[in-house]
């Protein structure tokens, strides 16, 4: 597996670097408005087409089935074509989907307009990483994904934040038609701003490219291993993440709005926490991202069984509810830069798109199928108490297993 090379067009300097990370935050932030905005303008669409509440839920099915089907295709392409065009393609085609959304008959429609939205989503992701692994300095990488992805976690509070707020005033489809063209014209601006690494030569393209690289990629026993990996924190961060609300209001007997306030206060976390792993794998950790993930994942298992053995029987003040999601935000929203990073280094260069896709695939497709099951052992057993204790099990096993995998393997 090659080595990565630091792009031609940015010099080795504190202040290109940070211009860099700047530009290539506007995707995710831009990714983030528009898809936490439109989610937290459900409730209008609901009224608007007399949709039920299971109805409602099959937008992120299709959303994210979507973006997890095309990942690898996604992944690839990037690898072919490059960085800037690929945020350009993946921006415009999110972007002109929710523009469609504000025009859709029918919820079908919106529904089947999401799958494109998703695909927008499959390609900006790795075309973004690939940008950082090749643009930042090996020592930086991890750190300079976390500023990058700190956009996620900006744009997901601002659009939940803002678009309720638009689509009562001017109407859901305005809303989010306003957002989408804003995808548009930041992925103009960042096509037209930002100059792509040194493009790397294929003796194959197309179909045979695709099964060049993953052939390549599943016969790299620790690349696979962190895919799977990725599927499990996955699976234990999206289901507590997805579920965190209703667990605090039915649970712990909080009101509907601090409730929200806790949600938010894990997005809080998450955009801090982002850059602080990213610093840490880099300096403290000296680059060694098996140990990185080993110490997040101990920290997700520890305050999942925290959470388990204490909140239930006992009254919690708010302020010990605020320092729980706040931790919360800075361990389950905060590994997925390292994760990448982790990713890209195992596959090298000249696969960084179609490795993070395959990533993406494995990641996706645990979000898509743990939090139902969370939900469903929930209903079974009254609370979410055997839910934590059993995901903060699955985490304390699956972490260190990952280390000692590496560990083995590099000796």
């Known amino acids: 597996m090659g080595g990565f ?23 995710y932030l831009a990714t983030s408005i528009n898809i936490d905005g439109f989610v937290s303008l459900l409730p209008l669409v609901r009224q608007d087409f007399g949709l039920t509440r299971a109805q409602v839920g099959l937008y992120t099915t299709f959303f994210f089935a979507g973006a997890a089907v095309l ?30 959304y ?11 307009l999401a799958i494109f939205a998703g695909l927008g ?3 900006i992701t790795p075309s973004v990483n690939r940008a950082v692994l090749t643009g930042a300095p090996p020592g930086r990488r991890a750190t300079s994904m976390g500023v990058m992805q700190s956009g996620i976690g900006i744009g997901g509070f601002t659009g939940a934040s803002l678009l309720p707020v638009l689509g009562a005033s001017i109407g859901w ?33 197309g179909a045979a490219a695709l099964k060049e690289d993953l052939i390549s990629l599943f016969a790299d026993r620790d690349l696979l291993c962190a895919c799977i990996m990725g599927t499990v924190y996955g699976s234990v961060s999206a289901s507590a993440i997805f579920h965190y609300t209703v667990f605090l209001s039915e649970d712990l007997h909080l009101t ?26 880099d300096g403290i950790f000296g680059g060694d991202r098996a140990r990185t993930m080993l110490a997040l994942g101990v920290l997700i298992s520890g305050l999942y069984f925290l959470v388990g053995m204490v909140a239930y029987g006992a009254y919690l003040p708010l302020s010990i509810i ?3 999601s706040l931790l919360l935000g800075l361990s389950v929203l905060s590994w997925i830069p390292v994760y990448f990073v982790t990713v890209g280094e195992l596959a090298g260069e000249g696969q960084v798109g179609t490795a993070t896709g395959l990533a993406m695939a494995f990641n996706r497709s645990g979000m898509l199928l743990a939090p139902p099951l969370f939900g469903l052992l929930a209903d079974a ?31």
């Open 121 to 123: 989503l499959s390609i």
């Open 173 to 205: 489809r305005s809303s989010i038609q306003g957002t989408a063209a804003l995808s548009i014209v930041i992925a103009i601006i960042v096509f037209f701003a930002y100059r792509d690494e040194e493009e790397i030569p294929r003796a194959v393209t």
């Open 322 to 324: 605020v320092v729980l």
């Open 381 to 411: 057993t009254g609370t979410y108490q055997a839910g934590w204790l059993l995901l903060g099990a699955i985490m304390a096993i699956a972490a260190p297993g990952f280390y000692l995998w590496k560990n083995r393997r590099d000796t």
């Open 71 to 100: 990942a690898i295709f996604a992944g690839s392409l990037v690898d072919r074509v490059g960085s800037r065009r690929g945020i350009l393609l993946g921006l415009s085609c999110m972007g002109c989907a929710m523009l469609l």
């Open 256 to 281: 509907a709005g601090l409730a929200g306030l806790g949600l938010g206060l894990i997005h809080i976390g998450g955009i801090a926490g982002r850059p602080i792993w990213g610093w840490l794998s």
């Open 102 to 112: 504000g025009v859709a008959p029918s919820y079908s429609m919106i529904l089947f």
């Open 5 to 27: 090379r630091i792009g031609s067009s940015q010099a080795n300097t504190r202040g290109k670097i940070v211009k860099l990370l700047l530009l290539l935050s506007l995707p």
